[in-house]
């Protein structure tokens, strides 16, 4: 397959570009700053905020994963680029503050909730909000834990709807590795069209 990252050198974007190299698709990694070319992928440096640019550069693809940074990104003119391309899928690497807790309230809702996340976690339910209130785009938003960090490659995940995973000990998290993974079987297994689920260990 043919797959164009956005955000390709962030933390989350480098996993999935090394993840779906690994399996052999051919990855075009968008960001401003782009990494060397390796294997199966091409850098390309854009700006995502230029949506004649960012449209031309995805046309041909058969999916496209935005791993950018939300309260950097302009959710309407990005959707449009997308629509405008033709690109049959749109993939979203989302946030945690939208689930819901034991008490049936979002996280972002807690009072716990840190106070240094909540203009990154605001623009992310912002977005998600978006996709769910558009038509005819076949989008996909796929939710980490609460703790979305660097650890092992397990190859394990478990799957939710709009609840917020946690083990028998309340801890909730997942590997930008395992992450990874999970989005490269979203991408070559859909299982979740127009719709947001969540991940964690």
Known sequence: MKIAILGATGRAGSEIVAELARRGHDVLAISRKPGPSAG???????????????????????????????ADTDAPALTAAVRASGVPRFLVVGGAASLKTGDGKRLFDSPHFPDAYRAEAGAGIAFLDALTASEGLDWTFLSPAMVFDTGPRTGAYRTGKDDLLTDKDG???????????????????PRHHRERFTIAS
């Open 40 to 70: 199966h992928v091409t850098p390309l440096a854009l700006d995502a905020r230029d949506t004649a640019a960012l449209t031309t550069a995805l046309r041909g693809h058969d999916a496209v994963v935005s791993a950018m940074r939300f």
């Open 171 to 189: 801890n909730s998290f997942i590997s930008f590795a395992d992450y990874a993974i999970a989005m490269a079987d979203e991408i070559e297994t």
